[in-house]
């Protein structure tokens, strides 16, 4: 959905460096999520934030760290890329009342 | 931990076939969700079950919740080719929360 956008979409990096994957919303949701797309893994949630001031670490947060910035934007970076860090990510958002979640395109991050 | 076991993983099917996949909790879920991710897309939420034994029909598609809330599955009418892709289930624990732990999803493959 054009309402949620990521930033890049796609990166290459290298081991050891310090990166930041960007989300932006135009729903209005409280409710930001960051999750992992390994193929035969699914989806596994990295992070998620129920508002600017709550953040909560999900199955897979080591290695990772977020920042929730305003209602509307929240930054995953990686402090020190390694090479299993190569998956494809995705940010998404979701309303208190329906709980429905809505994706943005991901980020395709590879790590050599 | 919390999670879901979805089958299968992946799935052929000749057009006009029916498809059904599942999803078992060990535990009690609040409710649970469905998502379609097209191949190179994101995912799109597709419905969310609350209540023991619903049943929800989307033309084609057919959403089951069970009686004790551990399990769910979605069945595909005659299949068409704009069908394919991967579906996830998504399960939801307890009130207190707004995480959602994902199936490793069923990738379905129709041929014409």
């Known amino acids: 959905d054009a309402d949620v956008t990521q930033t890049p979409r796609n990166r290459i990096t290298k081991t050891g460096k310090r990166i930041m994957l960007e989300c932006s919303q135009t729903k209005g949701h409280d409710r930001m999520y960051w999750y992992r797309q390994d193929p035969g893994l699914g989806l596994r949630l990295i992070y998620y934030s129920f508002d600017v001031k709550d953040i909560n670490k999900g199955e897979i947060s080591d290695g990772y760290s977020v920042s929730r910035q305003a209602q509307a934007k929240f930054s995953l970076s990686l402090e020190s890329a390694i090479p299993n860090q190569t998956a494809l990510y995705f940010c998404a958002t979701s309303d208190g009342d329906t709980y429905e979640q809505y994706f943005g395109p991901g980020t395709r991050l590879t790590v050599t | 931990g919390q999670q879901v076991m979805q089958i299968p993983q992946y799935q052929h099917v000749q057009e006009g076939e029916d498809f059904t996949t599942y999803c078992n909790s060990s535990?009690?879920?609040?409710?649970i969700q469905w998502y379609k991710q097209r191949p190179g897309g994101h995912p799109v939420f597709l419905i969310q079950?609350?209540?023991s034994g619903e049943v929800k029909k989307q033309k084609r598609l057919t959403f089951q919740f069970g009686e004790a809330k551990k399990n769910s599955s979605l069945h595909i009418t005659a299949t068409q080719t704009t069908d394919v892709g991967t579906y996830f289930c998504a399960g939801r624990w307890g009130s207190g929360t707004y995480k959602y732990i994902f199936g490793t999803g069923t990738r379905l493959k129709v041929l014409a």
């Open positions: 079950l609350v209540k």
């Open positions: 535990t009690t879920l609040s409710n």
